[in-house]
């Protein structure tokens, strides 16, 4: 089970951390991931980091301004988001992947997060 935190609202250019807290045993097993949904569009791929935190996959419109993390010990993954513009603005899910990488999308998914909304004021 996937708990997503840390939404809001913020105005451009400001920061937000959001948080996913895992539970069971499995955490270790998938990469992480972040998707976005924004009102009326189809759910997107944001952000992907692996199992060891090796590997760490962004869509290109928030390269150089989020950041993805992850604590296996605390089963927790992060994103970091800096430099928020108001495109930004969606429902923002965190996921586990067996197979992260930068063309993850929906199908890669195995288990979803319930969403936080995130809100950039212009």
């Known amino acids: 089970q996937l708990q997503a935190s840390g939404g809001g609202l913020v105005q451009a250019g400001g920061s937000l951390r959001l948080s996913c807290a895992a539970s069971g045993q499995t955490f270790r097993r998938y990469g992480s991931g972040w998707f976005r949904q924004a009102a009326g569009k189809e759910r997107d791929f944001v952000a992907a980091?692996?199992?060891?935190?090796?590997?760490?996959y962004y869509t290109d419109s928030v390269k150089g301004r989020f950041t993805i993390s992850r604590d296996n010990a605390k089963s927790t993954m992060s994103l970091q988001m800096n430099g928020l513009k108001p495109e930004d603005t969606a429902i923002y899910y965190c996921?586990?992947?067996?197979?992260?990488?930068?063309?993850?999308?929906?199908?890669?998914?195995?288990?979803w997060g319930k969403g936080t909304l995130v809100t950039v004021s212009s």
């Open positions: 996921a586990a992947l067996l197979a992260p990488g930068p063309d993850s999308d929906y199908d890669d998914v195995t288990y």
């Open positions: 980091i692996s199992w060891n935190s090796a590997s760490t």
